[in-house]
């Protein structure tokens, strides 16, 4: 039995990547605690959000000792415990009856967290899945670095301030798209300091920390969604100027980006003229 805690976004990605060529045998338990912790909920009570993720730790810990002692005899077991929570249990049964043993802790799992947050799989006929899966945990755990810097009252009040001392305008991008995100920015750096981010996670930590003077935000992101992103955003810092963009105009997503407080909406692709013309509306760039 193996607990992988440092690094363990990593250390999986690199199992699965070294099992690909012989999956064979190898099942997989998920254990999702992480969707106990509800976006709109978090950013609602910044004062409580260190508490809420030590209290989903202590329960995922809890979980990783409880199944730790029910695997101990299982030299092959590992088991993760991610960033976001999260807990993974990959077992190689090499006989029935430790198949069968298998299948009864994740029974047990199952009725202790219930069916919503339990998962298994075999990867030799679901290993794609699984590196799926992988490139979640690094999302996931880039959202709880962003939740963990939302809860940094003392770095969120002094953006305000950050912003009017400063001497430079600064604009943020945050777009996944290389080509519109390189494209923005040429129009922009000639006069503007310009910050690139390509998730939603990263977007809320890089403007907490360069407390930027406007921000062109994706509707369409991996992770938390444009909308999500606007949302956090704009309770970081009720001010933030923010225009969306996006190749689409859904009513739907203009109506939520207006409820949320979007400054603007620039339909992509868009001209050099109509990105100058948004930025010059910003109350903080100066002239």
Request: net charge neutral; with cysteine.
């Given at each position: ?238 001010k933030a100027f923010i225009f969306i963009l996006s190749v ?40």
């Open positions: 039995m193996k607990i992988i805690q440092e690094s363990p976004e990593h250390h999986f990605l690199t199992f699965l990547d070294k099992t690909k060529s012989d999956p064979a045998g190898w099942l997989g338990f998920h254990f999702g605690l992480s969707k106990k912790l509800l976006h709109t909920d978090i950013i609602t009570e910044p004062d409580h959000i260190k508490g809420k993720l030590h209290k989903l730790h202590s329960e995922s810990t809890a979980l990783i000792n409880e199944l730790s002692e029910k695997t101990k005899d299982d030299s092959a077991a590992m088991l993760y415990q991610f960033l976001d929570s999260d807990i993974i249990l990959l077992l190689r049964p090499g006989s029935d009856t430790k198949r069968e043993a298998a299948q009864i802790i994740y029974k047990e799992m199952e009725k202790k967290l219930g069916k919503k947050l339990c998962a298994q799989s075999n990867l030799s006929k679901d290993l794609y899945s699984y590196q799926k899966l992988a490139d979640e945990r690094f999302l996931s755990a880039s959202r709880v670095k962003a939740y963990e810097t939302i809860a940094d009252s003392n770095r969120v009040e002094s953006i305000p301030l950050r912003r009017e001392r400063r001497d430079d305008s600064v604009i943020m991008i945050v777009e996944d798209d290389r080509f519109t995100a390189s494209y923005a920015a040429n129009i922009l750096n000639k006069d503007y300091d310009v910050v690139l981010a390509k998730t939603g996670e990263e977007a809320i930590i890089s403007y907490i920390e360069h407390a930027p003077d406007m921000v062109f935000l994706d509707i369409h992101l991996p992770g938390l969604n444009g909308i999500n992103t606007l949302r956090a955003l704009r309770k970081v810092d009720p689409d105009t859904v009513k739907q997503n203009i109506v939520a980006a207006n409820t949320e407080g979007a400054a603007g909406f620039l339909k992509k692709p868009f001209g050099k003229e109509r990105m100058l013309a948004a930025v010059s509306k910003s109350p903080f760039i100066k002239k």
